[in-house]
């Protein structure tokens, strides 16, 4: 049955989901219904692929920010075992917005870390859409620590709109902690996986978000602000005509950041988005960090380290000045 947190551009779907659904309700009736469930189904699998394949960048943030799509604590349910979660960061309190936790993928005993940004409204309460304080990203940071005392690989699940943006955040020292976890995640002798799943926003992503694979779910996205946030800079005003343009000026989407090196590669997701087949986009997820993890995990940890250096320093280098064709004579 369709979703009852429904996408505008969805609406075809959700209309032939409907029908679909009511034809199978009464699939006892004459052999010409069974021809018409089949019919109708190709036909949904064509609308998915084609709405699907030409997402805008506005209409891919409003994917990943969908109320059904999978967070870290259903990643947990369905592809983890053992789950652990250590609390607190030892020094003011125990942030909920991010969740730390030993965990085991298949054969790989690991640390987990990642963004929980809630269902309902009681959990979105207790976390904070996923913007996290600074307790967090101290608790991340001690666990990262842990796991490297221990040579477990560290998995990061990234989904935040940003870093919590309060005054008292500020107070405790935000951007210093995230800064200090971008030092430290790049020198951390052991594999570390990142994996954006939803929103990737600016330092409350980049605070788990330094690996030596890092991927993204196909229709999530990873920019270094909103589109509301860019909006308002540059036309001073978020509204539905600034906002869809500020998406496609920040590149923000899995293709872009492939293009531009950014990310590792791209995650497929099921059709019609993972909000639609969360199990499968589960089961997905799980196959690639297994296979990073194999390949990751048979790198000596010196060249592992230097290969993470390198990765992060090509990003954003350039050529500056004239070329040769172009040089006066």
């Not at 052991?190 to 978000?209: D, F, K, M, Q, R």
């Not at 250096?309 to 004579?329: I, N, S």
Request: glycine content about 10%; hydrophobic content about 40%.
């Amino acid at each position: 049955m369709p979703s009852p947190n429904r996408l505008d551009f969805e609406k075809e779907i959700d209309e032939m989901e409907e029908l679909l659904a009511r034809l199978e309700a009464n699939a006892s009736g004459p052999a010409g219904s069974a021809d018409e469930i089949r019919r109708i189904r190709r036909e949904l699998t064509n609308l998915k692929r084609k709405i699907y394949s030409n997402l805008s960048p506005w209409q891919t943030v409003r994917v990943a920010r969908h109320p059904d799509r999978p967070q870290m604590l259903d990643y947990i349910e369905m592809i983890f075992d053992e789950f652990v979660e250590l609390h607190g960061d030892r020094a003011i309190g125990d942030d909920r917005a991010l969740r730390t936790g030993f965990a085991r993928l298949g054969d790989f005993r690991v640390m987990l870390i990642g963004h929980q940004k809630g269902h309902t409204l009681k959990e979105k309460g207790e976390c904070l859409y996923g913007c996290a304080h600074p307790e967090g990203y101290r608790k991340a940071l001690n666990r990262m620590r842990m796991a490297a005392k221990f040579r477990l690989p560290i998995i990061c699940l990234i989904d935040t709109p940003g870093a919590y943006p309060g005054i008292g955040a500020e107070e405790r020292g935000q951007a210093q902690l995230i800064a200090n976890n971008l030092l430290e995640m790049s020198r951390l002798p052991t594999p570390i996986l990142c994996v954006v799943i939803g929103e990737g926003g600016s330092g409350g992503a980049l605070g788990i978000g330094i690996g030596d694979w890092v991927g993204m779910l196909e229709h999530a996205y990873y920019s270094v602000i909103s589109p509301e946030g860019c909006a308002g800079i540059l036309w001073k005003e978020a509204n539905e005509t600034t906002k869809p343009l500020a998406a496609a000026a920040l590149k923000m989407t899995a293709k872009n950041l492939f293009e531009l090196r950014v990310i590792d590669q791209i995650i497929p997701e099921p059709l019609g988005a993972a909000h639609r087949d969360p199990r499968e986009t589960a089961n997905t997820l799980k196959t690639y960090l297994l296979r990073h993890l194999r390949d990751l995990r048979q790198v000596p940890v010196e060249e592992l380290l230097e290969q993470r250096y390198q990765k992060f320093r090509r990003m954003g280098v350039f050529d500056e000045g004239l070329t040769a064709a172009a040089a006066p004579g």
